[in-house]
């Protein structure tokens, strides 16, 4: 017997809920670019978390295949995302999002 079947899966829906909320908190409250990639990413995590739960609940892999697909285009998204950043950075100094308002022509 695995040891995510003897914990309850209401202990990961949770955990994934609290974990959920702090990113979304991070997103709707934090003004640095960086720290709202790293609560978008959070997000994701949580998301993640919970689908493995319910796979593994379930005795059905195909939830944890689909969660190894969605951390690569999430790696996939942060690159691109800070390479955008960086390009932002150099060109502004800084990395406010409130700045980054005053870009627009």
């Known amino acids: 017997m695995s040891a995510i079947q003897v914990v309850p899966i209401s202990y990961y829906v949770w955990l994934s809920a609290i974990l959920f909320s702090i990113g979304v908190m991070g997103v709707l409250f934090r003004r640095n670019v960086i720290i709202v990639f790293m ?24 939830g944890q295949i689909f969660v190894f697909f969605i951390m690569a285009v999430a790696a996939a998204e942060v690159a691109v995302g800070l390479a955008i950043l960086v390009m932002i950075f150099r060109n502004t100094k800084s990395v406010d999002i409130d700045f ?3 870009l627009k022509r």
Do not use: G, H, T, Y
């Open 39 to 62: 609560c978008i990413e959070l997000m994701l995590n949580a998301v993640n978390l919970l689908m493995v739960a319910f796979s593994s609940m379930l005795n059905d892999a195909a």
């Open 100 to 102: 980054l308002n005053k």
